[in-house]
């Protein structure tokens, strides 16, 4: 069994300042892990993934995210908010070769002036 | 149209009323899935389809009735629904490669009230 948890339904932050967003998992076999995106009306984008390899991951728009086995941790992290990226960001981990994910309650990120 | 597209974006039915939801994806995968998003709750699976063949029913309750039938249109009819199915229904392709981790691309949702 599989489970994410993301720490905190809300963040918010001023532009310009960094954006940390929380996920922690639950897997017993090595996972996949994915951050993905979702802005009002619109379905969800994947921002990165981590799969195998290097554990730092680099994603779309200034994102990034780093696998951390011994924590179980996968933050999602981005230098500068920009008004952007207020959106809600979801962190899910898959296993095996069916691309049955798992998914997080979501964060809402609100960026502030 | 590129990506994934659904329709319709919103929906609204009573509950003795019978409807169905369309995705079709333009991207030549080989598996499609259904979400469904409410408030407050993660996303829940609701069905996944593998080469047309249907891989994945997470105890769905009946009144959802899933259809795939090639690979790029998957459907969900609906019927005797109830107040609490109101939600938003994500529809998602891959391209399944055996190697696992594959991405899963999502259409815009049809947003559903049930009254």
């Known amino acids: 069994a599989q489970s994410v948890t993301q720490l905190g339904s809300h963040v918010s932050v001023s532009e310009g300042a960094l954006v940390l967003l929380r996920c922690n998992y639950s897997?017993?076999?090595?996972?996949?892990l994915f951050w993905y995106v979702q802005y009002p009306n619109q379905g969800l984008q994947l921002l990165l993934k981590?799969?195998?390899?290097?554990?730092l991951v680099k994603g779309i728009n200034g994102f990034e995210a780093e696998f951390k086995k011994s924590e179980t941790s996968f933050h999602l992290t981005k230098p500068s908010a920009h008004m952007s990226d207020a959106a809600e960001y979801f962190c899910?981990?898959?296993?095996?070769?069916?691309?049955?994910?798992?998914f997080g309650t979501g964060t809402r990120l609100q960026v502030t002036l | 149209e590129t990506g994934v597209t659904q329709t319709p974006r919103h929906l609204v039915m009573g509950m003795t009323n019978k409807k169905s939801l369309k995705c079709e994806q333009h991207?030549?995968?080989?598996?499609m899935y259904w979400y469904k998003q409410s408030a407050k709750k993660p996303l829940e699976l609701m069905f996944v389809?593998?080469?047309?063949?249907?891989?994945e029913n997470n105890s769905v309750p009946s009144r959802f009735s899933p259809e795939c039938p090639n690979s790029s249109h998957l459907f969900l009819h609906l019927h005797t629904l109830q107040p609490e199915d109101s939600a938003l229904y994500l529809c998602?392709?891959?391209?399944?490669?055996?190697?696992?981790?594959?991405?899963?691309?999502f259409g815009p949702g049809t947003r559903l009230l049930v009254l």
């Open positions: 897997s017993s076999v090595p996972p996949y």
């Open positions: 899910a981990v898959g296993t095996g070769t069916a691309s049955k994910l798992t």
């Open positions: 991207l030549g995968h080989n598996a």
């Open positions: 981590y799969t195998t390899g290097a554990t």
């Open positions: 998602a392709s891959s391209q399944l490669a055996g190697s696992g981790g594959e991405t899963q691309y």
């Open positions: 389809y593998s080469l047309e063949e249907r891989v």
